[in-house]
């Protein structure tokens, strides 16, 4: 079983839309969690954390849920600069290591 | 404040052949992660440094890879002899701190990457 896993998509949605897409972890100690964007042929950015709480930032809002081991990335008001790649990261807390997910493709639609 | 840099952007060679990377962090940053992304995956990491020791080189594969950061400053990734599966963006991201016990990771700030073809 991977470590991070993502539905790679692609979500094709118009703009003004609300999306979200989730991420699952299988190591239940996990400790950090993280969405990066990605542009296609750019480096990845970080987007937002994810804390135990949930975090808002604008039109971005993240969430954790353990029980479930998954977090979540909800992105409303859909603008066309949202068009990336979104991927999640997870640190399991059993080493150093830093799981990516595969990335989820959001395509915003005029 | 600068980035992560990275050289050269682009690389095309045939398998069997040697290349080199380099990467050199943003000023002041203890770890520097080098990581492989194929198209269509999420990036893998193959390296940390914290400052110019190895904390995690488990996907690292030893036969053919192998990097350094001496000084702990610039690092380089070197790939001998190269394979067509060797293809992908490497990529290089450094961050303020590494990961202590109890603590949470730093945000990790990527460079722009080298794209490394193998024909």
């Known amino acids: 079983r991977k470590e991070v896993e993502q539905d790679p998509g692609p979500f094709n949605v118009p703009e003004g839309a609300t999306v979200a897409f989730n991420c699952t972890y299988s190591?239940?100690?996990?400790?950090?969690f993280f969405w990066y964007r990605q542009d296609c042929r750019k480096e990845p950015k970080l987007l937002m954390s994810v804390y135990s709480s949930g975090n808002e930032d604008g039109r971005f809002t993240a969430q954790l849920n353990r029980a479930s081991q998954y977090i979540s990335l909800l992105i409303r008001d859909s603008k066309l600069s949202d068009s990336a790649t979104y991927l999640c990261a997870v640190n399991p807390n059993t080493g150093n290591q830093f799981y990516f997910g595969t990335g989820t493709s959001l395509t915003v639609i005029p | 404040e600068a980035g992560v840099a990275q050289s050269p952007r682009y690389k095309i060679i045939e398998k069997r052949q040697s290349v080199a990377f380099w990467c050199n962090p943003i000023?002041?940053?203890?770890?520097l992660y080098w990581y492989q992304q194929i198209l269509g995956q999420g990036p893998k990491l193959l390296i940390q440094?914290?400052?110019?020791?190895?904390?995690?080189d488990s996907q690292l594969p030893k036969d053919r890879f192998s990097a350094e950061r001496l000084k702990g400053v610039d690092s380089t990734l070197k790939i001998q002899p190269a394979k067509l599966e060797d293809s992908a963006v490497y990529l290089c991201?450094?961050?303020?701190?590494?990961?202590?016990?109890?603590?949470?990771?730093?945000?990790?700030?990527f460079g722009p990457g080298t794209r490394l073809t193998v024909l």
């Open positions: 000023s002041g940053h203890a770890t």
């Open positions: 991201a450094s961050s303020p701190r590494s990961r202590f016990r109890g603590s949470s990771y730093n945000e990790q700030f």
């Open positions: 440094f914290q400052n110019n020791g190895v904390v995690d």
């Open positions: 190591n239940s100690a996990s400790q950090s």
